[in-house]
């Protein structure tokens, strides 16, 4: 039972280049999320997903786009990338009956 | 809007001795509230939750909290810390119905030999 599981755990980027940010949990979950950790900032939400088929804006969603794939995968694209978008990504699950979310273990992203 | 505010970025405690994170929310509303605990290079796992009911919440590894509407907050506590606490802990709340947690800034725990 893995959970939730975020590829890749570690990588740099170049400023301008592009990445996709994969999540997958299989917990059978309706909804899944997308979070930054910044020091002193705790986590913000960039986008959720209530249910498959449905993706809506959070806190920061500028610079980023999300594509709920199937009701196990939630993945989370930047296009053009930016030193100020050098964080720890962290995606999380619901299920519709439960109320706490379950997190991945983080995607530590680098952008120089 | 909801926010989550939690005053103490930092806490350091001698081992043994008992702990209080302070934690405090915007809005009156129905809402849940949760603990979670995140220790270095990991996610967060959750400590406690609170959905309704009694106010005093028990969680894992002999933590626990309280609900007061009053004062709109949800303090976490624990009686005597071991080293192992050492974390970041974070509160986070979700106004019942809706599918968004917004969680506050973090309380890093120290706990001296």
């Known amino acids: 039972n893995a959970g939730v599981t975020q590829t890749p755990k570690f990588q740099v980027l170049k400023t301008g280049q592009s990445m996709t940010l994969q999540c997958a949990q299989d917990?059978?979950?309706?909804?899944m999320y997308w979070y930054r950790q910044d020091p002193g900032m705790g986590l913000r939400l960039i986008y959720y997903s209530a249910s498959e088929g449905t993706t809506d804006k959070g806190e920061v969603p500028n610079g980023y786009n999300v594509s709920r794939l199937n009701k196990r995968e939630f993945s989370l694209r930047l296009e053009s990338a930016a030193p100020s978008q050098t964080s720890v990504y962290f995606c999380a699950s619901r299920d519709r009956k439960k109320t706490e979310a379950f997190f991945g273990q983080g995607t530590r992203l680098t952008v120089v | 809007a909801q926010s989550v505010t939690q005053l103490d970025s930092q806490v350091p405690v001698f081992e043994e001795a008992p702990v209080e994170l302070r934690c405090n929310y915007s809005?009156?509303?129905?809402?849940?509230l949760f603990w979670y605990v995140q220790y270095p290079n990991q996610g967060l796992q959750l400590l406690l939750k609170y959905l309704s009911g009694s106010t005093l919440v028990k969680g894992i590894n002999g933590f626990e909290a309280e609900f007061n509407k009053s004062q709109t907050s949800f303090h976490l506590r624990k009686p005597s810390v071991h080293i192992s606490d050492t974390a970041e802990y974070f509160c986070a709340v979700s106004d019942e119905g809706t599918y968004k947690y917004i969680f506050g800034t973090g309380t890093r725990l120290k706990v001296l030999a």
């Open positions: 917990m059978n979950h309706n909804s």
């Open positions: 809005s009156s509303v129905s809402v849940y």
